[in-house]
């Protein structure tokens, strides 16, 4: 068509994520979760609380990874570092997330 401006389309590919979930809060799992945390981190209250700024250990959901499924915890101002964690937790033996906790 002449005279007309035709909108040239891009094909865009995003990257693909691992699955992701969320845990009930107090299931089995999420029990579970935060004692491998407390395992894992030394931390025996399980919460880290520095008292300087208020952070404590957060859930920040779990994910299928190469080794299977593992939960994220973030600490943004661990009292022993003072420094911002990442851990991750191993879901335990045969745990999969219902599919409606699934992202």
């Given at each position: 068509m002449v005279g007309q401006k035709t909108k040239a389309r891009l094909k865009v590919r995003l990257p693909r994520l691992p699955p992701m979930a969320f845990l009930k809060v107090r299931s089995k799992e999420w029990n579970a979760a935060w004692k491998g945390l407390a395992e894992k981190t030394g931390d025996?209250?399980?919460?880290?609380?520095?008292?300087?700024?208020?952070?404590?250990?957060?859930?920040?959901?779990?994910?299928?990874?190469?080794?299977?499924?593992?939960?994220?915890?973030?600490?943004?101002?661990?009292?022993?570092t003072n420094e911002r964690v990442y851990v991750w937790v191993a879901a335990t033996d045969g745990w999969l997330p219902d599919k409606s906790l699934r992202m």
């Amino acid at each position: 068509m002449v005279g007309q401006k035709t909108k040239a389309r891009l094909k865009v590919r995003l990257p693909r994520l691992p699955p992701m979930a969320f845990l009930k809060v107090r299931s089995k799992e999420w029990n579970a979760a935060w004692k491998g945390l407390a395992e894992k981190t030394g931390d025996a209250d399980k919460t880290a609380l520095n008292p300087r700024s208020g952070e404590v250990w957060q859930y920040m959901g779990s994910e299928k990874r190469p080794r299977g499924w593992e939960h994220s915890f973030r600490h943004r101002d661990h009292p022993s570092t003072n420094e911002r964690v990442y851990v991750w937790v191993a879901a335990t033996d045969g745990w999969l997330p219902d599919k409606s906790l699934r992202m």
